[in-house]
């Protein structure tokens, strides 16, 4: 029997806003344990939480984003459990009331795009972290994340591929990033996702029973822990048996899923509305400002970039893989109109040397001012395409501009023709051999020519006048 | 007279005119709770070498010309309130030695108006109770009556009020943790509305019926620190940004012309005698002011204790789950592994009735037993809000005996909680409701035990309760008593 995987997803995002969600402290990754903590986010008795505006917002930005019905009210719900990680003993969140609600994400695959299904999105804060001492029966909390804000971004069970799954939760992450909202840093733990995954005979329209993954810190986790799970689900419905509704982690080393809690030990939360909170109204002026104020997402933007700077479809990808570089990209264009010459030159040297030394483009010594002028002079043919090659290099190695290592560096294409004859006449005398095949119909000798003059003028003679003057010289 | 026999408002007079020092104030209180304290246990912890230092510098201020509301007046605060630096149990074994880093807005609010703080006021384990006997700290006797409960769960501070072992108290309401426990020890104590005095940094029973309110000798007093203690605070989220009037400017105003509810779902069968005729006589005492008494109706009445039952216990459960050994306060210590150290630091942190809230509380909000029992609950509670907010359609305020009977023996309802629960029936619907209530003293019985009425009236109108308790005070011709210990 062929079986049909039915996956969604529940991303975890942390916003990047400077302070929590209920009280002041930083939310700064990285600093010493407990350093960022209060007696609100430590949840010591008698505190209350007051939410953080920002993260209302941002979750607003995201709820537009992914083309969410945003409620006009929302409110928060508090999830009880006991973990040492969580001082409080229950976590606030949203429950019956989310913010965002009723939307979709498009993704691209190899066939065309697909519209995924987002369920709800909705606000809670994070917890803190466990350290356990190997040595010692010790554990230590540090609370610094603790109250840290989170959007739950819950899709529908649209999922049916691994491979969907990854494309969906690149789209995610590559709005939220966009967006500015989330910085998206899946190793420190700023973009998390669990995943429920079930199999049903293809053509069936129930839902087969499910089982819950977690622990997949990756993109290529994602997919890997999903794939091995389906065909676990697969192995065990073919072999007659039936799938336990169970909560697994994704063992990364082993490559494998094991279970870590069964239906039947699954906590019973307890949500009720949270009495510390009052319900958020949010005023349609307000969604509409920030509705105006959103940029222009990814796969906009790379369907613009096809439309009006006519280069394919795979450049357009590249170039918008963060906001950032499409920005620096569309300077290049408006200062030179050369689309596909500015993307050339971003796509195979400035992203070369960043990825190279792991900076961002933000960081890049050659501005778009600066490549647009080099550009320029290519154009205008003060040096060749290939001598254009090192000075970029140099530029970036140097931070100084195009004309200024040019002039340093004596890289002037030669376009005097009295220059390049003379190089030419020198040539030719050198090599009586090549001249006599050449004459005697050997076309193939001509590269030869050009690479020799080349060579003498240090690659500075202008190809074009190179190549006529050759042509004409070498005939007589 | 003593010192530490006078109200705020004559002290303040005396201190105005030289008469007398904060110094003085504070050492005649300290020595009625020398006197006293063994006798009826209002206080957890004295903070008396605190409160000499801050009388002295209270002293130091008045020479200087800066006299505050509260300048010199000795405070008595709930042991649930936290205090910087100053243990706060909740009479709690599972907080027997927490120390707060903060204050609570109220407690920053009575020290910025002068206030000298004597020390942490006995209560019922985390405000669950009407009796102040569940206290891990041993239970507070009435001062009227040492064989006697002084209410609860407030009941330190009502005693403390009561015998003079201050000048006033704070405590909390949560479903007539004040009124209650002011009734029988024949005190002034307000249940302010909800959101009007922040809850930031009282330690939580259940999160939507809390309310801070004054301990007071006379009403007067209660509009003094009602001044000080009412007003937004950007620090609560239900905190409301409502105006605070001059509440001392409506002690005087009579009631002339007011119409007065006379809800007929607490005059019933069961209520004690001498408290019936005591509060007929308070309504007589109305209507010759002026006031217009009519008969209404709350038809929900019958509800309240049993939606009270559900939506507290069930805030409860979620806000007792921080107390679990790991940060704070006491930890089993013969645990193994977490959810034994949990398991034991909870079992014997807590007494029988918290943790009898705390199942229940956890049982209505139960995954199958939501709907059934918060849900309802919660949908009930709407329905009497409403019977409020209709019958202050037809009148200003509402009058009702505080108490069903004054102060019963102690141990008479320790093993019975359902019984126990009944003493409240005339003081949750307010918290349900969120009005203002305050409890006056209108009357003794026979055998000398204080009797108070309570007023109530719409959301953030508690000067009406300032103006019909003060103008009732000032004309019921109460014979004036002391507690005789």
């Given at each position: 029997m062929e079986f049909e995987p039915v996956i969604g997803l529940e991303v975890h995002a942390q916003l990047l806003t400077d302070s929590k969600i209920f009280c002041g402290c930083s939310t700064k990754f990285?600093?010493?344990?407990?350093?960022?903590?209060?007696q609100i986010c430590l949840g010591m008795p008698g505190v209350l939480p007051v939410l953080n505006r920002k993260v209302v917002e941002y979750t607003i930005k995201m709820g537009l984003a992914t083309h969410c019905r945003i409620n006009e009210a929302c409110n928060f719900a508090r999830k009880n459990y006991f973990y040492p990680d969580l001082p409080k003993g229950y976590q606030i969140s949203q429950y019956a009331n989310p913010l965002a609600e009723h939307g979709y994400v498009d993704i691209e695959l190899e066939n065309g795009k697909k519209r995924i299904g987002v369920t709800r999105i909705h606000i809670e804060e994070d917890a803190g972290k466990l350290m356990h001492d190997e040595h010692h029966p010790f554990s230590y909390v540090d609370l610094n994340r603790t109250g840290v804000p989170l959007i739950e971004i819950v899709s529908e069970p649209d999922i049916r591929s691994a491979e969907e799954a990854s494309a969906y939760l690149r789209r995610l992450h590559e709005i939220l990033v966009y967006l500015e909202i989330c910085d998206g840093n899946m190793e420190e733990g700023s973009f998390r996702c669990d995943a429920n995954v079930s199999l049903r005979p293809k053509g069936q329209e129930a839902f087969g029973i499910r089982a819950e993954l977690k622990n997949m810190n990756s993109f290529r986790n994602v997919q890997r822990a999903l794939e091995y799970e389906i065909k676990r689900q697969q192995y065990v419905l073919e072999g007659g048996g039936v799938v336990v509704q169970e909560t697994r982690l994704w063992d990364d080393t082993g490559g494998v899923t094991h279970s870590m809690r069964s239906k039947e030990e699954a906590h019973d939360y307890r949500y009720f509305p949270d009495p510390d909170l009052v319900w958020v109204a949010i005023n349609e002026d307000w969604v509409e400002a920030i509705r105006k104020d959103q940029p222009e997402l990814p796969l906009e933007k790379r369907e613009r970039f096809v439309r009006d700077y006519l280069i394919p479809a795979y450049d357009a990808g590249v170039l918008t893989t963060s906001r950032a570089l499409a920005d620096y990209y569309e300077a290049v264009v408006h200062l030179t109109g050369k689309p596909k010459i500015a993307g050339n030159w971003i796509m195979g040297d400035i992203l070369r040397f960043i990825n190279e030394e792991k900076r961002e483009i933000a960081d890049c010594p050659i501005t778009p001012q600066a490549l647009a002028e080099m550009i320029r002079l290519i154009e205008e043919g003060t040096i060749s395409g290939k001598i254009a090659k090192e000075v970029i290099e140099q530029m970036y190695k140097t931070g100084k501009p195009a004309a200024t290592i040019i002039a340093k560096k004596g890289l002037?294409?030669?376009?005097?023709e009295g220059a390049l004859v003379q190089a030419i006449t020198e040539v030719m005398a050198a090599n009586p051999k090549q001249l006599e095949q050449y004459r005697s119909g050997k076309d193939k000798v001509f590269g030869f020519f050009v690479g020799q003059v080349m060579k003498a003028t240090q690659g500075k003679a202008n190809p074009q006048l190179l190549n006529d003057l050759l042509k004409k010289m070498l005939a007589r | 007279m003593e010192l530490n026999q006078l109200t705020i408002h004559e002290l303040q007079e005396k201190i105005r005119s030289g008469k007398t020092t904060a110094t003085e104030i504070v050492q005649s209180v300290f020595r009625r709770i020398d006197a006293v304290e063994k006798a009826i246990h209002a206080y957890i912890l004295l903070t008396r070498e605190a409160a000499l230092a801050e009388a002295d510098r209270a002293d130091e201020a008045i020479r200087k010309g800066d006299i505050r509301t509260l300048t010199g007046i000795p405070v008595a605060l709930k042991d649930l309130l936290c205090t910087r630096g100053v243990t706060t149990t909740c009479a709690s074994r599972i907080l027997h030695d927490f120390v707060p880093p903060y204050d609570a807005t109220v407690v920053e609010k009575l020290r910025d108006a002068g206030a000298v703080f004597t020390g942490k006021t006995n209560m019922d384990e985390f405000a669950m109770g009407s009796s102040t006997e569940t206290s891990w700290f041993g239970i507070t006797r009435n001062p009227w009556d040492l064989e006697r409960i002084p209410g609860g769960s407030s009941g330190g501070s009502a005693a403390a009020v009561a015998a003079d072992a201050c000048i006033a108290a704070i405590g909390s309401d949560t479903g007539g943790s004040i009124r209650q426990p002011a009734a029988l020890c024949g005190v002034v104590g307000m249940k302010p509305t909800y959101g009007r005095v922040s809850r930031y940094g009282l330690v939580a029973f259940a999160s939507s019926l809390d309310q801070i309110g004054p301990f007071t000798k006379d009403v007067e007093d209660c509009a003094i620190l009602m001044n000080v203690i009412a007003g937004y605070d950007p620090r609560e989220s239900t905190s409301v940004p409502a105006e605070v009037p001059?509440?001392?400017?409506?002690?005087?105003?009579?009631?002339?012309?007011w119409t007065v509810g006379i809800p007929k779902e607490y005059f019933i069968e069961g209520i004690d005698p001498e408290v019936m005729t005591a509060v007929r006589k308070a309504i007589a005492v109305v209507e010759g002011l002026g006031a217009r008494c009519i008969e209404i109706s709350l038809p929900h009445t019958a509800y309240c204790l049993a939606v009270y039952y559900i939506v507290a216990p069930a805030e409860a459960s979620s806000n007792l789950a921080r107390y679990d050994g790991a940060k704070y306060g006491f930890r089993a210590p013969d645990s193994r592994g977490l959810l034994d150290m949990y398991k034991k630091s909870r079992s014997a942190g807590f007494g029988a009735e918290v943790k009898r809230r705390i199942m229940l509380g956890t049982y209505v909000l139960s995954s199958g037993y939501y709907d059934a029992y918060y849900k309802k609950a919660s949908q009930v509670r709407a329905l009497i809000k409403r019977d409020f907010d209709e019958a202050f359609q037809r009148c200003d305020v509402i009058l009702t005996?505080?108490?069903?009977?004054?102060a019963f023996r102690i141990g008479e309802k320790t093993d019975d909680p359902l019984h126990m629960y009944l003493s409240d029936i005339f003081t949750i619907s307010t918290n349900l409701a969120g009005i203002p209530g305050i409890s006056v003293p209108c009357g003794f019985t026979q055998g000398g035990l204080p009797i108070g009425v309570q007023f109530l009236t719409g959301h953030f109108e508690e000067a009406k309760l300032i103006q019909i308790a003060a103008t009732y005070e000032k004309n019921a011709n109460l014979e004036k008593r002391r507690p005789t210990l």
């Open positions: 990285g600093a010493s344990p407990n350093s960022h903590t209060c002037v294409q030669i376009t005097d | 001059d509440y001392r400017q409506y002690l005087a105003r009579g009631i002339d012309g005996p505080t108490t069903p009977t004054p």
